[in-house]
Structure formats: C-alpha cells, structure tokens
C-alpha cells in the first residue's frame, strides 16, 4: 500500500517542507561513523556520573517506590519543588514551591508556555536569531514573531517587549550565537517587564557554564529586587532550568519558576500533555541535588568544556579565518560563526560539509523566516581536541568549495 500521508493538511504541512528539511539533514546525516558531528547540543557522555546515578536510581527504587513509581504530582514532587526553590531564592528574592512547575526538561516548559500564553496567531518578542527547539514548541499556534537582539547599539527593551504575549531571552550563552545579554541590558529588559506587562521568559539551560569570569545576575533574581517583600514572587519573569547541561538530559527533568498564578495555568496545561514528569527521575533528582552531585562534577566538566572551547577557537583561526568570522564565547557549548561574504550560503555549505565528513548547524534554522543563511553554529562539548581541529580542517575544505562555486 502506498504510504498513506496527507501533505496538503496546513497543520500536517507545517512540519515539512523549508527550513525543516535542512533541520532533518543535519539531525540525520550527523551520526556516521566517519562523521564529525559539531551540529548538536550535546554533553560529553564522559561527564556523567554514572556509578552514583546508577546507586541513586536503584535506592530510589528500593527506597521510595511511591514516589518512583506512581503517577506524581503534576506539579512534580513537593520535596523538588521545594528543593528548586531553595535553589534560586536569594535575599532579594522569596520563592515558595508555589513558584515551581517541574517539567520533562527545559523543552516542555517551552511547550506549556506556548499552550498557556500564545493566542492563535498572537505576538512573540523574540532573541533573535532563536532556538530551533522553541520554534518548533510554538509553530502550532501560528504566532507572529518580532525580533529583537539585545547586543545591538539600537536596542530598546520597552520598544522590543510592548504589546507582545512574551518576550523569549536566554540570556547566558544564546543558543545558538553562544552570546551573553549584558548586567545593563539586563536591567533594561526586566525594567521594560515591569514597565509593559509583557511576561519576560529566561531560558537557562547554560547557567552554570561560565568558562572566564564571574556569573552575571539572572532576570529573575533582578526582578525579585524591583518588588521588594513580595512573597512569593509574583513579578513578569518566567525562569526555565533544566538538569540537562548540569547533570544528564536523558533523565528529562526541569522547572519552571514563575508567578504562582502562571504556574497553576501550566500545571492544567501539562496535565494534558504528560500528566506528570517521570517520577523515578524526579527522585533521582531529588537525592542528586542532596549529594550536591550538580557541584562536584561541575568542575571537571568546566574544565574540560574549556579546553574544548579553546582547541575549536584555535582551530578556526588556523582554517577558517579566510571565510569566517567569530568571537570566542565567554561559557556555553557554541561558537557562532558569521561568513565575511553576505552573499555565502550557508546552507549550501551544509552539503558540502557533509560531504567531507563534518556536521554544523547553519543559520537558516535558527531564523523563524529561514532567511539567515550567513552563519553556522559550532558545537564544541562533544569531541575531543583533536577531532575539533580535524572538524575546523574539513569545515575549511567545504567552505573554499562553496567559495568557488
Ligand atoms: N533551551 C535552550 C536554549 C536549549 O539550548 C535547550 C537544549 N538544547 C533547551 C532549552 C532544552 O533542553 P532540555 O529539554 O534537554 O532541557
């Protein structure tokens, strides 16, 4: 029989077709085994504490069968949600766990905000360019985009969150330009917050990779200082942590801190898109959080991210100079590089890259519009040094093809 499909549905449609098909590509053709991949977002598997995960999985288990393995709160589990807001309160700063959603990773929050805040064909202030993931979280409620990027000279936070259903920032390391948002513009963003009504989401799933100097303050943590004695927080920043980058995404567990009526929105939300989180990992999350197991490896993964970032920015340099541009990123796990040339077509130089055996990720996906295609990101948490700089050698070779053509 032939495959049965319905590609004319406009819902059905929106999923193929552009700049998905090139997303498909580089999520597909990444994997051989002769290839280097620098297209994900991966950790290093290497930095997993596997030996204390497995004894914390099997006590949660052995230890606590009701919480491992009924359905939980959907909220997630009171003790979690307690422990998250422990975590992020400060003295400028009161969190309950009536603040906290717990979620299946980062990329649910995103999902549940889209179910919750976006009006069909309604307004997203958006970081621009933007996470391919919160694209795709959002793409079924048709919304509008306007961009704005908090680097440039010209940025008005007020002019750039007005009249939007949110703004969507991830101010540590920007997926994918790897890009920090200033203390000042910080400021101006969680000001203009205030200032608009506009919810002001700040998605943090590389907060704790700072390779050079000190952190910078979250949103949420400005914003808890702009209403002193508020308890719990009820201000416009919607926070978004995952355990992912810290400890290990395959246990698929994150939060969402916000304003203790926006959370309840969520909770009916995400009671009709998985119920609850896992339980099990929400345990085991739990118990890792008391072993303060995020800290202590913490160290060995900044320093060999570092390292990593280091032999990638070198290599670059080495092989990539004639057509690139990039600066080195402060934390994170991406380098984004811009071609001198504006006419450079990066998505073409997707296929040739492929073609000599590396994967990177080409700006067009990173575009609501898939306009952009001068740019491409870098992953550098995943390989080794040495295959870093054999990946910077065969980018090289497919650059000066796509150059000649
Ligand atoms: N937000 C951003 C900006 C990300 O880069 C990622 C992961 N790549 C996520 C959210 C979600 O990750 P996870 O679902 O694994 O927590």
Redesign the pocket.
Known sequence: MDQFTQPERPAFARWLGGTNDVTHMFLSAGNGPDMINMAG?LPDPSVYPVAELAAIARDAVAKNPRDALNYSPIEGLPALRDAIAARFSDENLTLTRDNVLIT???????DLLGKVLIDEGGLIAAHSPT?L??IDAWRARLPAYRPFNPESNAFDAVAALKGAQFAYT?PNF??PTGRLIDLERRKALVEAAHETGTWLVE?D??GALYYDGDPLPRLLSLSGAMRPGDTPYSGPVVY?G????ELA?GL?I?WLVAAPDLIAALTMAKQGSDMCSSGLTQRVALDAFAARLPERILPNILDLYKTRRDALCAALAEHLAPWFDFEKPVGG?FVWAVARDPSFDTDKLLKAALAEGVCVTPSSVFDVEGRNRRAIRINFTLNSAERLGEGARRLALAAARVAAA
């Open positions: 977002g299946t990773a980062g990329l649910q929050g995103l996470y993931g919160a991830v920007s997926n998605d799933p590389y978004m995952t355990l992912s980058k995404p698929r994150g796990m």
